[in-house]
Each structure stands twice: as C-alpha cells, then as structure tokens.
C-alpha cells in the first residue's frame, strides 16, 4: 500500500468533527437565512423611505411654487430625480393626484394605479391638476423586484405575474391661490 492510499484510508475512516460539521452546516443556513431576510428589509425600507423623502420634496416645491402646477411628466421626472436609489424608476412609478373637497372628504381608491417597466404603457388613471386653495391627495406607486424573491420576505409581498412588488406613498398638500 502507498503512503498516498495509507493517508486516504485513515481520513475515510476518521470521524472526529463529523457532529461538528453538521452543527456548523445548520448554523450557518439559519444565519444565512437571518442575513438574507435583514437584506430585503433593509432594501425594502431604503427604496420606501427615498420615495418618500421624493414625494414630500416635490409636493413641497408645489406648495411653495404659488401658480406654477407641474405637469405629470415634470412631477414624475423630479420624484425620479430625487429618489435617487431607485432602479429603473422612470419605468416603474406612477403617479395619481386628486382634488378632494374638505368638507365632504373621501379618498383615492383602495387600489393603486401600478405598472412595471414590462407592460405596456397606458394613459394616467387620474391626475388632476388642483385650483386654488385646493386639497389635493397624491399617491406614488412604485413597482420593484425583490433582491431575494424566494424568501419569507420576498414570497410575502404582494407580487405580479412578472415578479413585480409594489411600494405606494401618499402626501397631500393644499394648492396655494396664484
């Protein structure tokens, strides 16, 4: 028998470490496991909180701008612009913006207008640009794909056939007379 046959013999034979090994293998998948969930969460709260910080910043530039009511284009490029992180949010976000009277107040419907960058392009379910005095709702819908789809997180979300899930901010501001 060569050394080299000897040595692959013992080591076949040795089982000191073999527990060791399988505690480290189901330690290591639940750590991985933890680490990819606090990804997406993390990914998922970044992407929330900058279209926010977009929304409030170009209803801000609204309210503060007195006459000059921007186009849903120009809304929809500056939320884009100040969203910065977001991927693909050109073709991804929406935007809807509705008058609401104060005194007899109801709100956008419960269902967002959604598209990702895979469908087709649709006209704008409801932007309107408000008068003077005016309260006005606006609700941004941003569709993204999770960076771990087949997690518990990603499973979790509300997915579309392509595998988009969506993010939906509102605001609401009154339009100052001009």
């Known amino acids: 028998m060569s050394r080299i046959q000897s040595f692959a013999a013992r080591f076949c034979n040795d089982e000191e470490g073999a527990s060791a090994t399988i505690e480290f293998i189901f330690y290591f998948l639940a750590f991985f496991v933890i680490l990819m969930t606090a990804f997406e969460i993390s990914a998922i709260n970044i992407r929330h909180a900058m279209l926010e910080r977009a929304v409030d910043m170009s209803v801000r530039d609204i309210r503060l701008s007195t006459g000059d009511i921007p186009s849903y284009s120009d809304l929809h490029r500056q939320i884009c612009e100040d969203a910065g992180v977001i991927e693909s949010c050109s073709d991804n976000l929406r ?43 606006v609700r941004a819908c941003l569709k993204y794909k999770p960076i ?15 595998g988009y899930a969506k993010l939906i901010v509102n605001s609401a501001f009154v339009q100052e007379p001009r």
């Open 148 to 162: 771990f789809p087949t997690t518990a997180v990603g499973a979790g979300l509300d997915q579309d056939a392509q």
């Open 95 to 137: 935007l809807e913006m509705v008058q609401v009277d104060p005194r007899d107040f109801w709100t956008i419907s419960d269902f967002p207008d959604c598209k990702n960058a895979e469908q087709p392009p649709r006209p704008v379910r409801n932007f309107v640009e408000g008068q003077d005095n005016a309260l006005m709702l």
